[in-house]
């Protein structure tokens, strides 16, 4: 019987899921990384959410590993590459919070379009404004999807009955155009877009991918959108723009000092008064990195895992 060690809480649908083909599951989220390193030669696969990093030095004590499951989009806290060399199979489920994230990133944007979180507290506290809370329409603009994977497609779905203009631009795929999504460049973006929504991974690649060149190379005004990760967006830059209205609003899931986890917000001297900032900004929608975490994303990640798990182990 092939053994998998669960060292994050997940939905009981996946370890429900493997019990029941066959394996055996140790449910250890309580656990030390320390303590936990010490059995992972006994194991064939892992189950982890964002709780460790499993490095190249964690992974080499695991000697019978075949498979990492991770219950989420990225593979960022795992060495991937380590992974690959030594035939363990990294599998994701990006396809299991896609349509929370789609729906998460088109709630934020309307809410800030439409001052609902200004009018709401206002209101709340017994103040009567219709003037100054009147909204502006998604109807009428160019919304720009950066990256083109299971979260930007899906909320491009979602925008393309919302009557905007849908632009899409990504590096590595081409070949996507229909009647409602316009495949795009960067310049096209650049000369059209007045809102951008961010959808890529976090790697060398896209760390700041939004930062000062990148804003000041748009022809109007823009919302900003990120769902992506953190340090997708510098901060600083982001701040700085708001400031000079370069950047009319943002709609952050993600922040650049959240912890590795995702848990928490970690201490960042450097980053604190542009966070305070965003703070205290009521043109800036905070949401704690919660747009792909759903009661549905939740159970659908862990069913996906789980047989993805099943396909590589039963080999």
């Not at 939905?11 to 059995?39: A, R, V």
């Not at 200004?118 to 003037?131: C, D, F, T």
């Not at 950066?146 to 009557?163: D, E, H, P, R, T």
């Amino acid at each position: 019987m092939k053994k998998i060690l669960f060292v994050d809480e997940n939905h009981p649908i996946l370890h429900e899921t493997l019990i029941n083909l066959g394996y055996h599951c140790s449910l250890f989220w309580d656990k030390p990384i320390d303590e936990l390193i010490n059995i992972l030669p006994q194991y064939h696969g892992i189950v982890i959410r964002s709780k460790f990093t499993l490095t190249k030095d964690i992974l080499q004590n695991a000697t019978q590993l075949q498979c990492i499951g991770r219950v989420g989009a990225g593979l960022e806290n795992i060495d991937v590459a380590f992974a690959t060399q030594n035939n363990i199979v990294c599998i994701n489920a990006p396809d299991g919070n896609k349509t929370a994230v789609a729906e998460h990133t088109l709630g934020m944007l309307l809410m800030l379009l439409n001052k609902l979180h200004i009018a709401s507290n206002e209101v709340k506290n017994g103040i009567w404004k219709r003037a100054e809370n009147r909204g502006t329409e998604l109807a009428s603009k160019t919304v720009a999807i950066i990256g083109y994977g299971n979260m930007g497609n899906s909320f491009a779905q979602v925008l393309s009955g919302m009557g905007c203009k849908i632009l899409v631009y990504d590096k590595y795929k081409n070949g996507f155009n229909t009647p409602k999504i316009t495949e795009s460049f960067l310049q096209q973006i650049f000369e059209e877009a007045d809102i951008v929504s961010l959808h890529v991974p976090y790697n060398e690649e896209t760390k700041w991918y939004i930062n000062n060149q990148f804003i000041s190379s748009f022809k109007k005004s823009i919302y900003v959108i990120n769902t992506a990760r953190g340090k997708c967006l510098n901060t600083i830059n982001l701040v700085e723009h708001l400031k000079n209205n370069k950047i009319i609003g943002a709609c952050l899931d993600v922040l650049e000092t959240e912890s590795v986890s995702f848990e928490t917000m970690s201490y960042n001297s450097e980053l604190s008064e542009a966070i305070n900032y965003l703070k205290k900004c009521e043109r800036v929608i905070l949401t704690p990195h919660i747009a792909g975490w759903t009661h549905e994303s939740n159970y659908k990640m862990s069913e996906i895992i789980a047989h993805k798990m099943h396909e590589v182990l039963s080999k």
